[in-house]
C-alpha cells in the first residue's frame, strides 16, 4: 500500500514537472508571438519629422510642395501636414489657424527630397535641431497622428460646467483631459491646453463652446448654447 501511494506521488509529480515545461513553453510562444505582433505594427508605421518654417508661410509651403513630391509616386515621399484649429471670435465670426504655428509635419519613410524642402521659402530648419535631421521620438509621433485622427482641423471643443464649476470636456480628442488645462478665458471662449512636444512644453489655445443637454429629449442629446444673440 505503501509502495503504490509513493509510485502515484511519483508519477503525479512527474506529471506536474512535465505540465509546467509545456506551461513555459507556451508562455515564452506567446510572448514570442505578441512581441513579433508590435514590432510588425511598429515597423509599418510611417516616421514624422517636424518641419519648422516661418509664421504665416504653412499653408503656402505645403501647396508648393505637395505636388512636387506627388509628381513622382514612385518616390513615396509622404505627406505634408499643417495641423490646425478652428477659432471662433466673440462677433461669431471663425476662421482656421494653426495649431502650432510655424510646425508642419512630415511623413514619410524616404528623406532623400530634404534639399527641396530646405531650398522652399519660409524653411528655417528641422526640429528638433539638436543632431541633424530625425523622426519624431514615439511619444511625439503619438501625439501628432492622434491629432490628425479628427482631421487635418481641430474642431471647437464642447463643453459643460459642473455644479462646481469646473470645465468639462464631453466629446472629441481632450475628453478625459481636464488635468492638461492650463487656463481658461471665459470672456474669449479659450481653453488652453498645456503639453509636452519633442520634450518641450506646447500650450495649445483653442476656441471652446458650451453645451447643455436638452430638456425634452433623451439625456445623450446635447444643445448648444448660442451666446452670441
Not at 501628432?144 to 472629441?172: A, E, H, W
Request: with cysteine; net charge neutral; proline share 3%.
Amino acid at each position: 500500500m505503501f509502495l503504490d501511494d509513493a509510485e502515484s506521488i511519483v508519477r503525479r509529480n512527474r506529471f506536474y514537472g512535465q505540465a509546467m515545461v509545456i506551461y513555459s513553453k507556451l508562455e515564452r510562444f506567446t510572448d514570442l508571438i505578441i512581441k513579433m505582433c508590435y514590432y510588425s505594427v511598429v515597423l509599418r508605421m510611417s516616421n514624422y519629422y517636424c518641419i519648422w518654417v516661418k509664421t504665416g508661410f504653412e499653408n503656402k509651403f505645403i501647396e508648393k510642395l505637395q505636388p512636387l513630391f506627388d509628381s513622382v509616386p514612385e518616390e513615396q515621399n509622404g505627406k505634408f501636414y499643417c495641423i490646425g484649429k478652428q477659432i471662433r471670435l466673440k462677433n461669431g465670426k471663425e476662421y482656421i489657424d494653426p495649431l502650432i504655428p510655424g510646425y508642419i509635419f512630415w511623413e514619410t519613410d524616404n528623406i532623400s527630397r530634404i534639399q527641396n524642402i530646405k531650398d522652399e521659402e519660409g524653411f528655417i530648419d528641422f526640429l528638433p535641431n539638436d543632431n541633424g535631421i530625425k523622426p519624431l521620438s514615439a511619444r511625439d509621433t503619438e501625439l501628432v497622428t492622434s491629432f490628425l485622427k479628427y482631421g487635418s482641423v481641430i474642431p471647437i471643443v464642447n463643453v459643460q460646467f459642473d455644479v462646481n464649476d469646473r470645465i468639462v470636456i464631453i466629446d472629441g480628442l481632450f475628453k478625459g483631459m481636464e488635468g492638461f488645462i492650463s487656463d481658461v478665458n471665459r470672456s474669449n471662449k479659450r481653453i488652453n491646453f498645456a503639453v509636452t512636444l519633442m520634450n518641450g512644453k506646447r500650450i495649445l489655445s483653442l476656441s471652446y463652446q458650451e453645451i447643455q443637454k436638452s430638456k425634452n429629449s433623451d439625456c445623450s442629446q446635447i444643445e448648444y448654447i448660442d451666446t452670441h444673440k
